[in-house]
């Protein structure tokens, strides 16, 4: 009580930085690196090898493909952003070797990371463009995408080994991502790639689109029939029992598809329906 009544006098005191030795630091970054570079080079033709790879392996699927690209990338980048955080604390950069020695292998982590990302984003484009697209996929694209931002960042740090401004930027980037998602609309997005799909290769899964929310209804409306009808039906269904809106629950997507599914636009005959 007497401190916080009449407190000491607040002294400066030097904060003392502990490194460790240039050897200590770059021998083991060095070997993860090296590891990094080799498992790049042997799994080449499956980082990137795509639809083409998919096809000439045995018992693999597209689902099997991407998740394993979403795990490697998730592992990949944890481990590679914890060797870097704890690098670029108790590393030297006293010297301007000190310095390039750190930026030279911490770079080529950052590039190689990004390389797994890469890698990544493929494989699920090649399961969208095989299967379709689900809100799903897109949610886990546009999740690898943000970690391969945040890598760039991380990148542009490096630079000037000089990083205050990247947890703002990450936590940005991060908000950032979500309202573009807002902005896009995921169901409405997957519904409309879904149609282009099917228009170039009479491919569709009406039962996983019947699924979505009405804010996808504007899109599949553009179905010819049977389709349309398969697709939008289940929609019409829930909005029924949902019932009409009130002023303090009104959403402007169930109004517009109040307005879309009625009776006429929707058969009522699903005997087609897969």
Not at 107 to 131: C, D, F, H, K, N
Not at 214 to 233: K, N
């Amino acid at each position: 009580m007497y401190l916080v009544v009449a407190p000491a006098p607040a002294v400066d005191l030097p904060r003392i930085r502990r490194t460790v030795r240039l050897v200590e630091w770059a021998l083991p970054v060095g070997v993860l690196v090296a590891m990094f570079a080799s498992f790049v080079l042997v799994q080449l033709a499956v980082l990137f090898g795509g639809r083409e790879y998919m096809l000439r392996t045995a018992g693999l699927t597209a689902a099997e493909y991407a998740r394993q690209g979403f795990w490697q990338l998730c592992l990949v980048t944890v481990l590679a952003q914890v060797v870097i955080a704890v690098t670029v604390r108790k590393a030297p950069t006293a010297t301007r070797a000190e310095r390039v020695w750190l930026r030279g292998l911490l770079g080529p982590l950052g590039v190689l990371t990004l390389m797994i990302v890469t890698s990544a984003l493929s494989r699920m484009w090649a399961y969208q463009e095989s299967y379709g697209y689900t809100v799903l996929r897109v949610l886990v694209g546009t999740s690898e995408l943000w970690l391969g931002v945040v890598l760039l960042m991380v990148l542009a740090a490096g630079v000037r080994l000089r990083a205050a401004w990247l947890p703002r930027a990450v936590v940005g980037s991060a908000v950032g991502a979500l309202l573009v998602l807002a902005l896009v609309n995921p169901e409405a997005y997957v519904a409309e790639r879904n149609v282009a799909r099917y228009g170039h290769t009479g491919k569709i899964d009406t039962y996983y689109l019947g699924t979505l929310s009405v804010d996808a209804a504007q899109e599949l409306a553009r179905l010819p029939e049977p389709e349309r009808s398969c697709a939008l039906a289940p929609m019409r269904a829930r909005l029924q029992t949902y019932g009409e809106d009130g002023w303090l629950d009104w959403n402007l997507g169930r109004s517009a598809a109040h307005a879309l599914l009625d009776g006429a636009y929707v058969r009522t005959d699903l005997t087609g329906c897969p």
